[in-house]
């Protein structure tokens, strides 16, 4: 089990890391929030169907407080979206991902005090490792001063933390009694109808972009929601909420990486040594995940 787990969530690292690319490919020629609600319209029309599908006789059963519980998901997530994908808008990829990356804070300090799952000093040690690592990350954009508009997408990109850190706590204390399928089409759903509303409330068109784009739009859905951020759900099911914060703090890393070869964001010698702290980090975490992990309703 922890040999599945570690492989799903090192497949969901590597393809969430692809979005800020793809965002800032987008965002040549389209708003972030129509980009953020094409994203999860596009995602929740691809799993809404499978879960009636397969999991219909679940869904109908689903008792009141799963299903706000799961819609309370999906607000956190459309949040998150809003704030992180503009925050692409004004910083830079790397110090917008790794800001962003700072949610494994938070989440440990929500786990501990509203699910009592208790932190061992190791784990503790290594989510302290993993996020100076990323602070250090960011800290190229710092030592080059820091502009009001960096300014402004940093703030957001730490906004974005916050919020996905309830969709994270929410996810685990789910997913222990919910399928997959259900749970992400619940979420992504509403993420998806509360950023269409934000968009309706910002005027601002779904439809006239170019081809290119929608490509994007598309690409942005299928591979780091779908597959990135459903393979981080599948293991919430498993493993404590943050052991999965923390393993998505490899994030910054492929995404820097990314951004020196399709975006010429070249990384300093500072942020290089910042990703090998957080692959310690993440290291040292992940090698004291529980023996025994919650099963997962098939």
Do not use: C
């Amino acid at each position: 089990m922890r040999i599945t787990s570690s492989i799903v969530l090192l497949v969901g690292i590597i393809a969430v890391s692809a979005a800020s690319i793809l965002i800032r490919n987008a965002q040549t020629t389209t708003p972030s929030l129509v980009i953020a609600s094409y994203r999860m319209t596009i995602a929740s029309l691809v799993v809404v169907p499978v879960a009636l599908w397969r999991h219909h006789e679940e869904l109908r059963k689903l008792r009141a407080t799963e299903w706000l519980l799961a819609a309370a998901s999906g607000v956190f997530l459309a949040l998150h979206f809003a704030a992180w994908v503009t925050s692409l808008e004004y910083t830079s990829v790397t110090s917008s991902v790794v800001l962003d990356a700072t949610s494994p804070m938070w989440v440990a300090i929500g786990s501990w005090l509203l699910l009592r799952e208790r932190l061992t000093r190791p784990v503790i040690f290594g989510l302290i490792v993993a996020v100076a690592g990323s602070l250090v990350i960011g800290l190229g954009d710092m030592t080059q001063g820091t502009s009001s508009t960096s300014l402004l997408g940093n703030s957001l990109a730490l906004v974005g933390a916050l919020m996905v850190t309830g969709y994270w706590l929410i996810g685990r204390r789910v997913r222990g009694s919910l399928s997959l399928a259900p749970y992400v089409a619940i979420v992504y759903s509403m993420a998806a109808v509360v950023l269409l509303l934000m968009v309706a409330g910002a005027r601002q068109p779904l439809t006239g972009y170019n081809a290119t784009t929608y490509v994007w739009l598309v690409l942005l859905a299928l591979v780091p929601q779908l597959v990135g951020h459903s393979s981080f759900n599948w293991a919430l099911a498993r493993l404590p909420a943050v052991f999965v914060a923390v393993a998505t703090l490899g994030e910054p890393i492929g995404a820097t990486v990314l951004a020196y070869f399709l975006l010429n964001e070249t990384p300093t010698t500072i942020r290089m040594f910042g990703a090998a702290l957080v692959l310690a980090g993440i290291a040292v975490t992940m090698s004291r995940q529980p023996n025994a992990a919650s099963v997962e309703p098939q």
